[in-house]
């Protein structure tokens, strides 16, 4: 993918540290000083295995984890700490797209309701709103008679264009993406993944993109952080990293995806016995 113009930083993270209280006693670190940006337009790749603190990251910018130290600046703003009513504005700017679409979709409302809720919580018209949300439908490729099905209906990549369509609505300049393609097939996540593309030329919007595969980010993104136990070991423009990583764990995670060549799958499997062993 070819960068945007706009180099203005959006989202800026500072040292950022959680922690979670496992006792009265005990805490654990689930980010030790983690740092990033995305630029307006910018889609930034966070990739890592389970466990990393990636996911923990995305949802601190959402305010849903405890932030123990360090900022975090979305369009020149501290928002580390934003409680009640100032988060909640917040949702106009920053909105996210979960792993799961079923389960981040109401099963009792129709697709048109899940759309339309967002807005009419702000006061938009009922006929903005419909105007609104068949314009999204629109966009992530959806018929116009969605409106009137329930998200069980709908098979799993439509429910994540449903998901996405619900994201954009309120015209938001940040998606975090926690990875929304994870649970789909592999032909259906490309189509996915091209509908990101799509929409961010067509809106200008950015994404953070939180992914566990390597692949997935050289697709969709223009710059890429490697985060392993909760720090950032590696960060770059995605080409490089994907390409010609630096650090052993980054060398790992491109050696863990499988090649249909066997020879060329025998010979990478070796490779990450020996940077395993060597860790």
């Known amino acids: 993918m070819s960068a945007p113009q706009d180099t203005t930083p959006l989202l800026v993270v500072e ?3 959680v922690d979670y209280r496992i006792s009265r006693k005990v805490n654990f670190r689930a980010l030790k000083g983690v740092s990033i940006d995305v630029n307006a337009g910018e889609c930034v790749g966070l ?4 466990g990393s603190g990636k996911s923990t990251l995305g949802r601190a910018l959402l305010g849903l984890a405890p932030v123990s130290g360090g900022k975090i600046t979305f369009d020149g703003r501290d928002i580390t700490h934003l409680k009640g009513a100032e988060r909640r ?10 792993q799961d679409p079923y389960g ?3 099963p ?4 048109g309701e899940v759309l ?14 419909q105007a609104i949300v068949a314009e999204m439908l629109d966009r992530v490729k959806l018929p116009g008679d969605s409106v009137h099905r329930y998200p069980s209906e709908f098979s799993g990549g439509q429910r994540q264009r449903i998901a996405i369509a619900r994201a954009l609505v309120r015209r938001p300049r940040l998606i975090v993406c926690d990875e929304p393609v994870s649970a789909l097939d592999l032909t259906t996540q490309a189509t996915i993944l091209d509908l990101f593309i799509d929409l961010q030329r067509e809106t200008g919007v950015a994404y953070l993109f939180v992914s566990h595969d390597l692949g997935v980010v050289r697709r969709v993104c223009h710059r890429t952080s490697v985060m ?3 720090e950032i070991v590696e960060a770059g423009p995605t080409e490089k990293i994907t390409q010609q990583p630096e650090d052993p764990y980054t060398q790992r995670l491109l050696l863990a995806a499988p090649v249909a060549d066997p020879t060329r799958q025998a010979e990478r499997r070796a490779a990450w016995l020996g940077l395993r062993a060597s860790a």
């Open 15 to 17: 040292d950022l540290v």
């Open 47 to 50: 990739v890592g295995e389970s």
């Open 89 to 98: 504005k917040l949702a106009n700017d920053i909105q996210v797209v979960f």
């Open 104 to 106: 981040s979709l109401d």
């Open 108 to 111: 009792t409302m129709t697709v």
């Open 116 to 129: 339309a809720e967002p807005l009419e919580v702000t006061g938009t018209k009922k006929a903005q709103a």
């Open 228 to 230: 392993y136990q909760g």
